[in-house]
């Protein structure tokens, strides 16, 4: 049986390079109204030319017809600064797409739970911080755990971890959080299928499958650069030849974003108290030197002379 997601308009909340990409992909594919706020101005703006631009790419390329990526671009508006969260009052789920942080994913929650209506579905887009921690700041305060009101408000709130590029990338990943209902999860997986997207299920531990496994990874590439037993290029150069790898781990973590990867990684190191999940130095010094990767410019590779 199809489950249907009952989702008829949308709330992103960042218009970042990963919400930009879930709206882009909510419009076009799932086909539904979608509202985009971001509390920066500038962002929305660039998102907005990314998506246009995007949109532009594949009707040329013959992948969309002109009428449907019109359609698309007509469903997203956008939330004003005056409106904030409130502008997202009537939709029928938001998925948030901020950084990497858990105290800034927490009150966010908490204040959408506040300002929506307690059937909205609340999705969580954080690549590795605990989802039930995250559905714990929407009980109403004064309310215990397991009181009835309690267990429907952190009961909507689920992780749907997008992956970037979001347009390209074919995986959306599905976490529970201890509190999430069966309806939610049911309802969130038959939107990412909307969205064009398979789906596979992670329990909610730190970076989910995900990232439990990709973060390792990239570490270890940057600890043998650290080390010094390969340069960048023959490391990158081996996964992608040797393994192939689209792009090799070094080139993904700027991709990806060094600040991110660091959050990740130091989400994954409090978490389990694994000493293999501990970043590497050099990541560190790379993040305190706004050295984040390809959206600032500069990371293991230089952007700007591109
Ligand atoms: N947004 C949208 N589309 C993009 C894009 C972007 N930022 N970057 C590339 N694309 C599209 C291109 O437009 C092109 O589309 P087309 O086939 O219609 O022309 C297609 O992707 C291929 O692009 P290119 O030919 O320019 O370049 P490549 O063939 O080198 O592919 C890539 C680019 C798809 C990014 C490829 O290098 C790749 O798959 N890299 C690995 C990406 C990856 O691993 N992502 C997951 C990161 S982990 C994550 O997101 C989880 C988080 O929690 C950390």
Known sequence: MTIAHGIRTLGVLGAGQMGLGIAYVSALHARVAVRLYDRA?????????????????????????????????????VVSQDEGLKGLRDVDMVVEAASENLQLKQQLFRSLSQELPPTTILASNTSSISLTKIAAATIPEGQSAASEEARRSAGRVVGLHFFNPVPVMKLVELISALQTSQETLDRARAFAVACGKEVTVSKDVPGFVSNALLMPFINEAILCLEKGTATRDDIDKTLKLGMNHPMGPLQLADFIGLDTCLAIQQTLYTGTSDSKYRPSILLERMVDAGWLGK?????????LSQ
């Open 41 to 77: 101005p500038a962002q929305i703006e660039s998102g907005l030319k990314l998506m246009d631009k995007l949109l532009d790419k594949d009707v040329a390329k013959g992948k969309v017809g002109a009428a449907d990526a019109k359609d698309a671009r007509d469903r997203v508006q």
């Open 295 to 303: 959206k600032s410019g500069k990371g293991f590779y230089d952007y």
